[in-house]
């Protein structure tokens, strides 16, 4: 089965502070996504396996929209790497974002080690004096914590991971490092990962082409075998049918709909780009 996920960062801000919003009034924002796309997984549901990552203030509004029994499930965008315990810590996290606590929202996945994650780690432990290989490996214990807190309590990962543009050169073994550091110990029918290659995202960057992404799917699949492959550079209108075309990959990370313009995420080009997949 296919996977096609939605990761939508922070776009729950407006324009007028500087936001990409203009779907919905804040506060009814999650609703609205979700309500807005939860017909075309239940449309596509026999074939794909649906869910969108929205920001944890959205969280019960999305959840709340959603049908019963329906197709779409409801992510956070991280969890923390400790969490309640019966006979433990009963709920003395202040500012952090347990697995328990967005569980209990009826949230069913956590996406974790988006290269934005990683970024905040690094530049964490660069105020710290930590850096280089050492940075690395501490990042990978850090979301591996975050993983099997996901698992415990119940929820399904897409794991995130990619090579930044210093790291081309020994790019297969950055990639095999963060996999298996992040995946240890982690029940992987209950995971799937999301291929970022980092270096090629972003305004003036030449995208990875379809090779180079076969490839780099392929490496993944034979570090851990078994594991489902989605794209995580950004699935859209202008890639989908050419993501589509490799075996190796098995669904796509959406965020941004409109890349120019009155830029934006919108549930219309959401639907088509899903249909441009699937075919």
């Known amino acids: 089965m296919k996977h096609i996920f939605l990761n939508l960062k922070r776009f729950d801000i407006t324009p007028d502070r500087g936001g990409v919003n203009r779907l919905a009034p804040p506060a009814e924002w999650g609703a609205t996504v979700a309500s807005s796309i939860r017909s075309v997984a239940a449309r596509r549901a026999r074939e794909c396996e649906f869910a969108a990552f929205l920001p944890e203030a959205h969280l019960i509004g999305a959840v709340g929209a959603l049908e019963p029994e329906g197709a779409l499930g409801i992510g956070c965008q991280g969890v923390h790497g400790a969490d309640t315990a019966k006979g433990g810590n009963f709920g003395a996290f202040t500012t952090l974002r347990t697995a328990n606590s967005v569980a209990e929202l009826g949230v069913t996945w956590a996406l974790i080690g988006h290269c934005e994650e990683r970024m905040?780690?690094?530049?964490?432990?660069?105020?710290?004096?930590?850096?280089?290989?050492?940075?690395?490996?501490?990042?990978?214990?850090?979301?591996?914590?975050?993983?099997?807190?996901?698992?415990?309590?119940?929820?399904?990962?897409?794991?995130?991971?990619?090579?930044?543009?210093?790291?081309?050169?020994?790019?297969?073994?950055?990639?095999?490092?963060?996999?298996t550091a992040g995946l240890s110990g982690a029940d992987l029918s209950r995971a799937v990962v999301a291929y970022e290659p980092v270096w090629s995202i972003g305004p003036g960057k030449t995208p990875a082409d379809a090779p180079y992404i076969q490839r780099v799917a392929g490496l993944l699949k034979d570090t851990v075998p078994g594991i489902d492959v989605v794209y995580g550079g950004g699935l859209k209108a202008d890639n989908a049918r050419m993501l589509a075309s490799i075996p190796e990959i098995d669904g796509g990370l959406i965020a941004l709909t409109r890349f120019s313009g009155e830029i934006g995420f919108y549930p219309d080009e959401y639907r088509e780009i899903v249909d441009l997949y699937l075919g």
């Open 120 to 179: 905040s780690l690094r530049a964490i432990m660069a105020e710290a004096g930590v850096e280089g290989p050492d940075a690395e490996a501490a990042a990978g214990r850090i979301l591996n914590r975050e993983v099997l807190a996901a698992q415990a309590a119940g929820l399904k990962v897409l794991f995130c991971l990619g090579e930044r543009e210093s790291e081309l050169d020994q790019a297969g073994e950055v990639l095999a490092a963060q996999l």
